[in-house]
């Protein structure tokens, strides 16, 4: 794809970071409300992230809320 796109989709370095748990598959999409962004995990973890469009950097959390209850926290 090298010389069909801009030369950013190609770079290292990416605009806005959110560092999420690893070994988890995750959703993301742009939220509804300006400069937001959508996660939600397969674990039933959801959070709302803002990013600042001039400066990127790292996203501010600005909701979360878990949907789902792990099979640890269950009385067998």
Same mark, same amino acid.
């Given at each position: 794809?090298?010389? /069909?796109?801009?030369?950013?989709?190609?770079?290292?370095?990416? %605009?806005? #970071?959110? @560092?999420?748990?690893? +070994?988890?598959?995750?959703?993301?999409?742009?939220? @509804? #409300?300006?400069?937001?962004? /959508?996660? /939600?995990?397969?674990? +039933?973890?959801?959070?709302?992230?803002? %990013?600042?469009?001039?400066? +990127? +950097?790292?996203?501010? #959390?600005?909701?979360?809320?878990?949907?789902?209850?792990?099979?640890?926290?269950?009385?067998?």
């Amino acid at each position: 794809m090298r010389g /069909v796109l801009p030369r950013y989709f190609s770079s290292q370095w990416s %605009f806005a #970071q959110f @560092h999420l748990p690893e +070994g988890l598959q995750f959703l993301v999409a742009f939220g @509804h #409300q300006k400069n937001t962004i /959508v996660i /939600v995990g397969l674990d +039933g973890s959801f959070y709302r992230c803002a %990013f600042d469009p001039v400066n +990127g +950097g790292e996203m501010v #959390q600005k909701e979360y809320a878990r949907f789902l209850k792990s099979d640890e926290s269950t009385d067998n």
